[in-house]
């Protein structure tokens, strides 16, 4: 998470040095929480999944509480994409598209930092890059790192799963290891569907992780499956380990793969 108009702060969380988590600022940094979240109220609470001794139970119980969370936002978000296609597809065939549907539009543009303007293909391209879904595998493991497998303090006070930063004073938790002169905290969110919700507009809005919504358009263009292997080299920013950083997800994602 970075804080306002591209100053890029660095950030320690859980065993991988991360950058912030960006939202809907001009500049916005890689890390920062702040996009309106359409929050699931029913999950809240946070199992201690510490106390499960068996690693695989472990694993499978983290997985299997993520993942309905992620598959809800990912179901929100092809519902938009959906619209914006049949847009699109009416649009190459010179058919009018109306007031309504139009402003509805620019709803989905700006929940996703993008300035439609006017619509045209011209203009919907860009934006289909930003209105996708992500892989659920590739969320889940990344999760699973950032949180020490739902074991941070940040996952269970704050049901923050992708070390989300925020900025204003209680808007979260107040990192032990905060360097002086820091004001950042980590962000707290009502619901874990609200932390997933965040995290993944984050990915389709940021700057930092435009090489991820170019991977992924690429493959929707050649009619090939987005998978989370395809993906993860696209979250290249998300870390100050960079290439490391990398490296790790996609062993865990080798490594878990029978869990999911």
Not at 173 to 183: E, I, M
């Amino acid at each position: 998470m970075r804080p306002l108009a591209g100053i890029i702060i660095a950030l320690g969380l859980v065993a991988s040095g991360v950058l912030l988590v960006q939202v809907m600022l001009d500049q916005p940094s890689s890390r920062q929480s702040g996009l309106p979240i359409q929050p699931n109220e029913s999950v809240k609470r946070l199992p201690d999944f510490a106390e499960i001794a068996d690693v695989k139970e472990k694993k499978k119980a983290f997985f299997n509480y993520l993942r309905p969370e992620v598959e809800l936002v990912n179901q929100r978000i092809d519902s938009q994409r959906q619209f914006l296609l049949q847009l699109q597809s009416r649009l190459e065939q010179g058919r009018t598209i109306g007031q309504a549907e139009m402003n509805q539009a620019d709803l989905i543009a700006r929940e996703y930092g993008y300035d439609l303007r006017q619509l045209s293909l011209e203009t919907l391209e860009p934006l289909l890059k930003r209105v996708d879904t992500l892989p659920v595998e590739m969320v889940l493991v990344q999760a699973a790192n950032e949180t020490g497998w739902g074991s941070s303090r940040f996952a269970r006070d704050g049901l923050n799963f992708f070390g989300q930063w925020c900025f204003k004073a209680g808007c979260g938790l107040v990192p032990l290891s905060r360097d002086s002169g820091r004001n950042h905290e980590v962000a707290k969110f009502d619901s874990v569907g609200a932390s997933v919700a965040s995290y993944v507009r984050n990915l389709n809005s940021n700057p930092a992780y435009q090489e991820l919504r170019d991977i992924r358009f690429d493959l929707r263009q050649q009619q090939m499956d987005v998978t989370a292997a395809a993906l993860i080299p696209g979250l290249i920013r998300y870390s100050e380990r960079k290439q490391a950083y990398i490296d790790e997800l996609l062993q865990m994602l080798e490594t878990n793969q029978r869990y999911m």
